[in-house]
Structure formats: structure tokens, C-alpha cells
């Protein structure tokens, strides 16, 4: 009978794989060398036959894949080709002869990396992480196997999108908690993920390059879980009282519990330890625990509203997606939507929408938008795409105000939100929730964690 996990031996496309590289939560990967051209070499990952489970599922594989082929940048490892090899797809890459970040910090263990031969790290694959970001993909789980090195010792970011589509089809349960707990974001215990919990990811991953040690260390995924909610990591500098104090700050910036705590983005993290200066010295000022309901007009606070078929979104200080694919801020299950389809981006006071080339295009009051253009949106706007509509509306309802005229979110609001999400993620973990993960996962959490 076929080994569908063993591929040593076989010819897969135009490739003969030579030698297992390593299994990880999803698949194999395998070095392999073009049958033609000997010494070109390269890396196939081929999803474990477990996880296909239907024609359905390997169709969205594929699609979510021919969207990474689009992904060209010095520091993300570049997607060759992918294909179906007796039904399982797979996934070519360029073979990284270096290995990942994960191999260099276990080789030099209990030493760690010089600091500027971590911040050259950080800093490529903060420039990856932003492009890709730029491009409306979330990568998920960024953790040190998943960056790589090529034969000039310069990062590469690996496995894009992978985690996006994958746990859709394998964990299903109403927590859908995917990614590896030693460097996933609060929220992402939640089952909520975005730009700024790659951020976070990150902000770990530096944390361990400097300190020698990851942030939260527990014996299992619930502690753990706990600990990215609640715990204050130990402040690096007492782990390594060498480290300049910008780049402690900026670290634990970036690893703030609450999503607007962060930078703004992860080119404003890695500009930050860049520079001092990017990073201010003294600490924010702590938000007024008590205080007028009504605090400021500025336009950030004004709560506005994206209401869909599955409620009210919220919308924030960064883009919202909507598509198909569960990477999105707002995912919709309708199948005239592409995987990524639209995004609305913070502009000034408001927001514009942008069509990301969809296939059946954004309508704003049935007049399409142009995906360089975009439309600026207005009160009482109504968003088509596919057979799905959204309302864009300032809420009034959930935060009427003395004035009583528009919403606005206080500081008081915004703790009470986030005292909120701390409590679900109580209740998740008292009736069990978060614990009710596939084993595969489960399995995958024991490892890494
Ligand atoms: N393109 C590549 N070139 C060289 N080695 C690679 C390449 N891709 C992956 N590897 C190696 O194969 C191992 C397994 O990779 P894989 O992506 O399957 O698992 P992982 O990164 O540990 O977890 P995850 O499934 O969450 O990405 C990696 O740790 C890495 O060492
Ligand atoms: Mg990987």
C-alpha cells in the first residue's frame, strides 16, 4: 500500500525527492532535485493526508496557494509552483539551505545570537511581514521554524498563508484556535487574528532572541493561554541588563495585551528598534479610570460600525478585511466572495474601501469600486459584495453619550471592552472551550509549547 506520508524516492512533478527536511502541524516537507537540471534543488511541502479530506478542501488549498505565488519579496521565501500529487496538494518552494532561525538559536544554546545580528533578523522579517500585510495577508503563525535562511544568511519568512486555510478544514470548534502558543497574541486564543497579532508574534520571537527565553512558559495550552492574557512578561533587561532600553520598550510594545496598545504597524515596531528616538522614553500616560463619559471628538473614537449578516463590526485604528478565506478581519461564507475581497482602511476621520481584484467586484450603492480609488464612505452607505451586504453606520445605540448626538468610545468604554474580552476568555476556559481542540492540535500544542 502507498505510504501517503513517505514521498522519499518519488518523482513529484518535475522533481525527485531526495531527503526528508522535517514534518510540521500541517505537512512534510522534502528537499528534492529538478530530474533535468541536477544540482536545481528545491523544497516541497505536501499536505498530510489527514487534513484532505475533500475534493472542496484541496480547491481552497490551491486557491489560498495561487495567492501566495503573487507574494515577491527579498525576505519571503518564494513559492516556485504548486500542484496534486495523487490527490494531496503541494506546495514547491526555494530550499533554504541555512535552515531556520529555530536551528541557529538551539545550535548556540545556552548563548544567544549577537544583538545586531538579531535586529538584521528583525528587521527583514518586519519588512517581509509588512509587505505582506500590505497585501491583506495575515500570516498567522510566525515563529522561529518559520523563518529560514538562504545561502547568504539572510532571513526568510516562511509557510504565508498556510495556517490561514488549513485549521479552517481540521479544527472546528467554536474557539477556532489555530497558530503555536508560545508566540500567539491574546486575542488569538480567542479565535480573532490580524496584522497586529503577527506583531505580537514577532514582538515574542524577539523577546526570546534577546532574553534567551520565550515570554510565557507553561506546561500546557490553557496555562499558556492564561499567561498571553494576563501575565506581564518579565521585562527583558532584567533577563539581559545589557539590552538598550528602547529596544525593551519597543519589544514589550509590540507584546501589549490589548491589539491598540501596539505599534501601529510592524514597520513602526521595527523602526522603533531601530531608533531611541522612535520610542518614547516615559511611559504613556494610564487611561482615567473614572472620568467624563464624553471625552474627545477625535474622530478615532467616534465608534463606527460595519453591520454584516453576522452583526456589528466595530471598526478601529487598522483595516478590516472581508472575504472568504479565514485570514480576513470579516469572514463570509458566500461563495461569489473571493478569499480576499475587499479591505477598508482608516483615512483621516473615516474610512475608504478598496477592492482587492476580486473576481465579482465591491459595489458602494451599486456603483462598483475601483480597487486603486477606492470610495470614501458616508453614513448609511450600503457595501454589496457577492450576495452579502454590509451597512456603514456610526453607532449611536451602544454608546449614547451626554450629547446624544454620535457615539463616542471613552477611555472608560474602551477598559470596560477589554475587562469584556478578558472575561470571555474566563468563561471560554471555565466551560472548557478553548481546551476543545482537534488532537492533531492538541499534539502540535505539546510540542511547541
Ligand atoms: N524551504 C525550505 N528549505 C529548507 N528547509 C525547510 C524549508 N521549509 C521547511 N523546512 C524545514 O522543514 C521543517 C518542517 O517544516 P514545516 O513547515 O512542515 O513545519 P514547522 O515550520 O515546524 O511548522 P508549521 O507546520 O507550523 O509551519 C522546518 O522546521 C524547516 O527546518
Ligand atoms: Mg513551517
Known amino acids: 500500500m502507498l505510504d501517503r506520508d513517505n514521498y522519499l524516492g518519488q518523482q513529484i512533478g518535475n522533481y525527485l525527492v531526495v531527503e526528508k527536511l522535517g514534518s510540521g502541524q500541517f505537512g512534510t516537507v522534502y528537499r528534492a532535485q529538478n530530474k533535468l537540471v541536477a544540482e536545481r534543488i528545491v523544497a516541497i511541502k505536501l499536505i498530510n493526508n489527514k487534513y484532505v479530506n475533500s475534493q472542496e478542501e484541496c480547491e481552497r488549498f490551491l486557491q489560498e496557494a495561487r495567492l501566495l ?22 506546495m514547491i518552494t526555494e ?15 545556552p ?45 526568510l519568512l516562511a509557510d504565508f498563508g ?31 487574528v490580524s496584522k497586529l497579532s503577527d506583531q505580537y508574534a514577532l514582538g515574542c520571537i524577539a523577546y526570546e532572541l534577546v532574553t534567551g527565553q520565550r515570554p510565557f512558559q507553561a506546561p500546557d495550552f490553557l496555562a499558556i ?23 525593551e520598550q519597543a519589544i514589550l510594545k509590540a507584546m501589549a495585551k490589548e491589539r491598540i496598545q501596539r505599534h501601529a504597524d510592524v514597520a513602526a ?5 531601530d531608533t531611541p528616538s522612535a520610542v518614547s522614553l516615559t511611559p504613556p500616560p494610564p487611561p482615567p479610570l473614572s472620568g467624563p463619559d464624553l471625552v474627545s471628538l477625535t474622530p478615532s473614537f467616534v465608534t463606527t460600525v460595519l453591520k454584516g449578516p453576522s452583526g ?16 480576513n478581519t470579516y469572514v ?84 470596560l471592552e477589554s475587562q469584556q474580552r478578558l472575561e470571555q476568555l474566563e468563561q471560554l476556559v471555565s466551560s472548557g472551550k478553548l481546551g476543545q481542540t482537534s488532537t492533531d492540535f492538541r499534539a502540535n500544542v505539546r510540542k511547541s509549547a
Do not use: C, W
Open 162 to 192: 498556510i495556517a490561514i486555510e488549513m485549521p479552517v478544514t481540521t479544527v472546528k470548534n467554536d474557539a477556532t484556535v489555530i497558530g503555536t502558543p508560545s508566540y500567539m497574541a491574546p486575542e488569538q486564543f480567542q479565535g480573532t
Open 69 to 90: 505565488l503573487r507574494l515577491r519579496h527579498p525576505h519571503i521565501l518564494p513559492v516556485i509552483d504548486i500542484g496534486e500529487h495523487q490527490g494531496i496538494p503541494y
Open 269 to 273: 515596531f521595527i523602526a522603533a528598534l
Open 95 to 109: 530550499f533554504a539551505p541555512m535552515a531556520s532561525l529555530r536551528h541557529y538559536t538551539a545550535r548556540l544554546f
Open 332 to 415: 463570509v461564507n458566500d461563495p461569489l466572495i473571493s478569499s480576499y475581497h475587499a479591505v477598508i482602511r482608516p483615512n483621516g476621520p473615516g474610512y475608504t474601501i478598496f477592492d482587492l481584484n476580486s473576481r465579482n467586484k465591491t459595489f458602494v450603492n451599486e456603483q462598483i469600486v475601483m480597487p486603486q480609488t477606492g470610495h470614501a464612505l458616508k453614513q448609511g452607505d450600503k457595501i454589496r459584495i457577492g450576495n452579502t451586504t454590509f451597512e456603514y453606520m456610526y453607532d449611536i445605540s451602544n454608546y449614547s453619550t451626554a450629547a446624544g448626538t454620535i457615539g463616542i468610545l471613552s477611555d472608560r468604554d474602551k477598559q
Open 225 to 247: 493561554a492564561f499567561k498571553h492574557a494576563k501575565e506581564a512578561p518579565i521585562p527583558p533587561r532584567q533577563l539581559n541588563p545589557s539590552l538598550p532600553i528602547h529596544l
Open 312 to 327: 456589528p463590526t466595530m471598526l478601529g485604528p487598522t483595516e478590516v478585511t472581508i472575504g472568504r478565506a479565514a485570514g
Open 111 to 155: 548563548n544567544q545570537l549577537p544583538l545586531q545580528q538579531i535586529l538584521t533578523i528583525l528587521s527583514q522579517v518586519g519588512q517581509a511581514l509588512h509587505y505582506a500585510h500590505q497585501n491583506a495577508i495575515v500570516h498567522r503563525d510566525l515563529k522561529p521554524e518559520n523563518i529560514l535562511f538562504n545561502a547568504k544568511e539572510e532571513a
